[in-house]
């Protein structure tokens, strides 16, 4: 079953504007990871949290982990046009055996400049 | 030097004909996989191949059969497609196959059947 949920499933803003988009999971994780895909191409790697970390910075992107919520959160600071892509949450569930990542639906993000 | 590859980017064919579909790491990982993003975007693992070796074959159906001749290519291939296989694969690698790696992805063929 999909392990990762993100909310909203679309959100629209202005440049220069902060985006929050959030992931809820549903097991144990040993880690989170955060992805970004642009309109017709493969997902890139952004940031990975592990379940004992809380907060974690790259550059304009800032990621919170709540694992007594079951939840995660991305924040892009001073958004661009350039950051309108999908963004989708991974998780590497406790006890999965050799199951690689599970990705939620994503939140489709538009930046207008 | 993309790191990795897959070809054909679209491919566009009639229900019932057997296609393939190609992917082709040079990042010298030793895992490869294969992803399926359906229209509502909802990304799910198909197989995954660690050194030629299948580890994962989630629940799809026979007609898809992977084939990993080494480590740097994992090809994907469909029988007797039906139109519920219209979707985008994606190719993926990670450099040793354990669970919560990070993943580099293809930039996926889209696959539309008829």
């Known amino acids: 079953s999909q392990q990762g949920e993100e909310d909203p499933q679309a959100l629209s803003i202005q440049e220069g504007e902060n985006a929050t988009m959030n992931c809820s999971y549903k097991t144990s994780i040993n880690n989170l990871q955060w992805y970004r895909q642009n309109s017709g191409r493969g997902l890139v790697h952004l940031i990975l949290?592990?379940?004992?970390?809380r907060e974690k910075h790259s550059g304009r992107l800032r990621v919170t982990l709540d694992t007594s919520k079951k939840s995660s959160s991305l924040l892009i600071t001073a958004s661009r046009a350039a950051d309108t892509a999908s963004y989708f949450c991974?998780?590497?569930?406790?006890?999965?055996?050799?199951?690689?990542?599970?990705f939620g639906k994503g939140t489709r993000l538009s930046v207008i400049a | 030097d993309t790191a990795v590859s897959q070809t054909p980017k679209y491919l566009v064919t009639q229900m019932g004909n057997d296609k393939s579909i190609k992917c082709e790491q040079n990042?010298?990982?030793?895992?490869m996989y294969w992803y399926k993003q359906d229209s509502k975007k909802f990304l799910k693992i198909m197989f995954s191949?660690?050194?030629?070796?299948?580890?994962i074959n989630e629940t799809v159906p026979n007609r898809f059969s992977p084939k990993s001749p080494d480590k740097a290519h994992l090809n994907l291939h469909i029988n007797s497609l039906e139109l519920g296989d219209s979707a985008v694969y994606f190719c993926a690698s990670s450099q040793v196959g354990t669970p919560g790696e990070k993943l580099f992805f293809g930039s996926g063929t889209q696959l539309s059947v008829l």
């Open positions: 949290i592990r379940s004992n970390e």
């Open positions: 191949y660690n050194n030629k070796e299948l580890i």
């Open positions: 991974a998780t590497d569930a406790v006890g999965s055996g050799n199951t690689p990542l599970v």
């Open positions: 990042l010298g990982h030793d895992t």
